[in-house]
C-alpha cells in the first residue's frame, strides 16, 4: 500500500514524467490488476509523451485481445519513433499476423524494411514472414533460416521457415521443420499456424508417398 501511495504521489507531483506512469503500471501489473494498469496507462499517454509508455499500453491491449486498438497504438508510435526497431517490428507483426490484407501486407513490408539488416532473430522472423507473405519465399529462406536457428524452441519461427521451405519446393526441409513446429505446439492447438502447418505437412508427405 505504501508503495502503490508513493507511485501515484510521484505521478500526481509530475504528470508530465513518463517514467513515473510507467512505474506505476508496472507495479500495478505485478499485483495483478491489470485493468487498473490499464487505466494508469490511459492517464499517463494523456498526460506525458512518453513513447515507452505507449509501447507499454500496446502490449498489454494484445495481451488482452485488443488488436485493433493495439494496432492504433503501434502507428501513433510509428509516427513518433519511426526508426525505432521494436516498434517497426511490433507493427508490421500485428499487421501481418492480425490484419493481414494485401494493402497491409505492403505497408509492414515498408515498415520492416529497416529491420533487414538486423541479427535479432525477432526481427529477422518478421522481415523474412513479410517477404514469404508477399511471395518472396526463397529470398524469404536468408531471413527465416538464422531466425529459426536461433529460435529452437519457438513453434511460429519454425512454422514461418517451414511454410517458406514448402513454397520454395523444399519438401524435405519443410517436412522436417514443420514436424518441428508441431513437436513445440500442443496436441489440441487449434490455431491457425498449427492447422496451416499440419494440413502442409499432410500434403507434404501425400505428395511424397505418391512419387514413390
Do not use: C
Not at 529497416?114 to 507473405?133: A, H
Amino acid at each position: 500500500e505504501e508503495a502503490e501511495a508513493a507511485y501515484r504521489k510521484l505521478v500526481e507531483l509530475a504528470p508530465e514524467a513518463g517514467d513515473a506512469h510507467i512505474e506505476l503500471v508496472r507495479f500495478l501489473r505485478t499485483q495483478d490488476r491489470a485493468a487498473e494498469a490499464e487505466k494508469a496507462a490511459q492517464a499517463g499517454i494523456e498526460a506525458s509523451e512518453s513513447a515507452a509508455l505507449r509501447l507499454s499500453y500496446a502490449v498489454m491491449l494484445e495481451q488482452k485481445g485488443d488488436f485493433e486498438s493495439a494496432l492504433d497504438v503501434y502507428q501513433e508510435l510509428y509516427e513518433m519513433r519511426p526508426q525505432s526497431f521494436v516498434v517497426a517490428n511490433n507493427l508490421a507483426s500485428i499487421l501481418i499476423d492480425r490484419f493481414p490484407t494485401d494493402a497491409n501486407i505492403e505497408k509492414a513490408y515498408n515498415v520492416a524494411k529497416r529491420l533487414r539488416e538486423s541479427e535479432v532473430p525477432q526481427y529477422q522472423d518478421t522481415y523474412g514472414w513479410v517477404l514469404y507473405l508477399r511471395g518472396e519465399a526463397e529470398q524469404a529462406l536468408r531471413y527465416l533460416r538464422p531466425a529459426a536457428e536461433a529460435l529452437p524452441d519457438v513453434m511460429l519461427a519454425q512454422y514461418h521457415l517451414g511454410m517458406a521451405y514448402a513454397k520454395a519446393n523444399l519438401n524435405d526441409e519443410a517436412v522436417k521443420t514443420l514436424k518441428r513446429a508441431l513437436e513445440l505446439s500442443d496436441s489440441d492447438d487449434t490455431s491457425e499456424q498449427a492447422q496451416t502447418a499440419r494440413e502442409t505437412l499432410e500434403t507434404l508427405q501425400a505428395t511424397a508417398t505418391s512419387g514413390n
